[in-house]
């Protein structure tokens, strides 16, 4: 994997509770596979507004994606995904087994997660919450407080997984995969 970085994305709730996140892992292919993901959504026109089924988004999954509230690993999420919609915005999504409710980020720009990997020096998280970059936010900013707030929970963060989301229904696991996905084989 080159130049690997985290990126965490605050989760909106309709429970609240600021700390809930997720996390997941890029490297320098990630944002081009999200472009070239990008491309398969066709472009609104006129002729197909006029449609009742429109394609506007593509979802993909991203089973690498660790979902948490504050220090604790949210392991009833499903459908750990990525939706990438035409005009160049991605967020995560997943559901609540439990509750049922569906998880979110707010929408973040495909071309400035690119700039900012490629700017920001190797290794550094990234943060973004309300759908804006924060790492450089005053420390006594609402930004600046969650960031910290999460810096309090950062030793307890589960090992980096590769960051290759799948695209294919019942692809098989890589071996990594398997040993995280065996329940008798679960870290805590």
Request: with cysteine; aromatic share 6%.
């Given at each position: 994997?080159n130049?690997?970085?985290?990126?965490?994305?605050?989760?909106?709730?309709?429970?609240?509770?600021?700390?809930?996140?997720?996390?997941?892992?890029?490297?320098?292919?990630?944002v081009?596979?999200?472009?070239?993901?990008?491309?398969?959504?066709?472009?609104?026109?006129?002729?197909?507004?006029?449609r009742?089924?429109?394609?506007?988004?593509?979802?993909?999954?991203?089973?690498?994606a660790?979902?948490?509230?504050?220090?604790?690993?949210?392991?009833?999420?499903?459908?750990?995904?990525?939706?990438?919609?035409?005009?160049?915005?991605?967020?995560?999504?997943?559901?609540?087994?439990?509750?049922?409710?569906k998880?979110?980020?707010?929408?973040?720009?495909i071309?400035?997660?690119?700039?900012?990997?490629?700017?920001?020096?190797?290794?550094?998280?990234l943060?973004?919450?309300d759908?804006?970059?924060?790492?450089?936010?005053?420390?006594?900013?609402?930004?600046?407080?969650?960031?910290a707030?999460?810096?309090?929970?950062?030793?307890?963060?589960?090992?980096?997984?590769?960051?290759?989301?799948?695209?294919?229904?019942?692809?098989?696991?890589?071996?990594?995969?398997r040993l995280?996905?065996?329940?008798?084989l679960?870290?805590?």
């Amino acid at each position: 994997m080159n130049n690997p970085r985290h990126v965490i994305m605050q989760v909106v709730k309709r429970s609240g509770g600021a700390s809930h996140h997720v996390s997941f892992t890029i490297d320098d292919h990630f944002v081009e596979r999200l472009s070239q993901l990008r491309s398969l959504v066709p472009p609104l026109t006129t002729l197909s507004r006029q449609r009742d089924l429109v394609i506007d988004k593509v979802r993909v999954r991203l089973p690498t994606a660790v979902w948490r509230a504050g220090a604790l690993v949210e392991d009833q999420i499903e459908g750990s995904c990525i939706v990438i919609a035409n005009e160049g915005l991605f967020s995560c999504g997943g559901k609540d087994r439990r509750s049922k409710e569906k998880l979110v980020t707010y929408a973040f720009s495909i071309a400035r997660l690119g700039e900012l990997h490629a700017e920001r020096r190797v290794g550094e998280t990234l943060y973004i919450r309300d759908g804006v970059f924060t790492n450089d936010e005053p420390a006594d900013s609402p930004a600046g407080r969650w960031v910290a707030s999460l810096h309090e929970f950062e030793e307890v963060r589960v090992p980096d997984a590769p960051s290759d989301f799948d695209t294919l229904q019942g692809a098989p696991l890589r071996a990594e995969e398997r040993l995280h996905a065996s329940p008798g084989l679960r870290l805590n």
